[in-house]
């Protein structure tokens, strides 16, 4: 009696699992090569982790750069497990265990790449195009299911908040507004404008940290590592009062949204801020806490060196951080 199989008449076992291996491998490699990341580097010079929703897919790119650039990101999404697929068949061991398996590594390479930090897409696309290629050999279904599930778990619900350098036009004209909201309107520091916005004396040497609710800004801080400091011109001699560093940098206009501060926005702004001073080897830094929040400044680790700077409604108290506070603050674990 014959009895048809899916792989080749005395294939055994091992050389089966032998050739789906390499399939497997080429499936995940294959979706690690994640088109909406690759295309808007080499195209836009731009870091797609960084923009829109921070997801690298085609919806992403269509967002924030349109059509043009999104179709050819999504057909190669929707045809890069294909040639795995094909290989698993050229080979005469293609069934629906294989065939599964080799989705599942697809998927797998598309949502958690490897190289970029097992951050990557939602793995739509790709499962479309595979569910295209096997449907003319019905997988299992719990097998199916298997990756159904795997690409509904990339769709949880991601985070609400992203945290980023400011870099674009738009970013520092809400800024401006951002400022001239906290240290106008809310703590009486400069004088009210018409355009009621104001720009900070400093912002050309400032490396403003955003944390963004969608395209609204919820938060910001600012630090600057160029002399001279703003505390430069309120505490005189400076220097004299620090204690000794390499590296100094001067922390500014921390400032966030009231709808905001009851959330997570505040810690993220200042994890990601610590980051920042430390990966550009600060040991040292200063800043003019306001008194509304010393009992904050103080927990995270800032220790003040002088009298109270500033005028009525607006008084600040000079504190510096250490690098071993830096390293160790309490509020960022």
Request: net charge positive; charged share 20%; with cysteine.
């Amino acid at each position: 009696m014959m009895v048809k199989h899916h792989t080749r008449i005395g294939a055994t076992n091992m050389d089966a699992t032998l050739i789906v291996l390499p399939c497997l491998l080429l499936a995940y490699a294959s979706g690690c090569c994640n088109a909406a990341y690759y295309a808007i580097r080499l195209a836009k010079k731009n870091d797609l982790r960084q923009q829109g929703s921070g997801t690298l897919g085609a919806r992403n790119v269509h967002r924030l750069y349109g059509w043009r650039m999104a179709i050819p990101v999504f057909l190669f999404d929707l045809l890069k497990i294909w040639p795995s697929l094909y290989l698993l068949a050229a080979c005469h061991v293609a069934s629906p265990v294989s065939q599964a398996l080799v989705v599942f590594a697809g998927l797998l390479g598309h949502i958690y790449p490897v190289q970029l930090g097992f951050r990557g897409g939602k793995g739509v696309a790709v499962f479309i195009g595979s569910a295209l290629y096997i449907v003319m050999f019905p997988p299992m279904t719990w097998l199916f299911g298997v990756n159904l599930l795997l690409v509904i778990f990339a769709h949880r619900k991601k985070p609400r908040y992203t945290v980023k350098l400011a870099d674009t036009d738009e970013e520092f004209n809400q800024i401006f507004e951002l400022n001239y909201h906290t240290f106008v309107e809310e703590i009486p520091q400069h004088e009210p404008n018409e355009l009621k916005k104001l720009k900070d004396k400093f912002h050309e040497n400032n490396v403003y940290i955003l944390c963004k609710d969608g395209h609204k800004i919820a938060g910001m801080v600012a630090c600057c590592g160029r002399r001279p400091f703003s505390l430069d011109a309120k505490v005189e001699n400076l220097d004299s009062y620090l204690p000794a560093h390499s590296k100094i940098y001067e922390i500014r206009l921390l400032a966030v949204k009231k709808e905001y501060r009851r959330t997570r926005v505040t810690a993220m702004l200042l994890r990601a801020l610590v980051k920042y001073l430390l990966n550009n080897k600060a040991d040292l830094a200063i800043i003019s806490g306001t008194t509304r929040q010393l009992a904050m400044y103080e927990k995270m680790g800032f220790q003040p060196f002088h009298g109270l700077v500033g005028k009525d409604g607006a008084w600040y108290q000079p504190m510096y951080i250490t690098k071993k506070y830096l390293r160790s603050a309490r509020w960022m674990q």
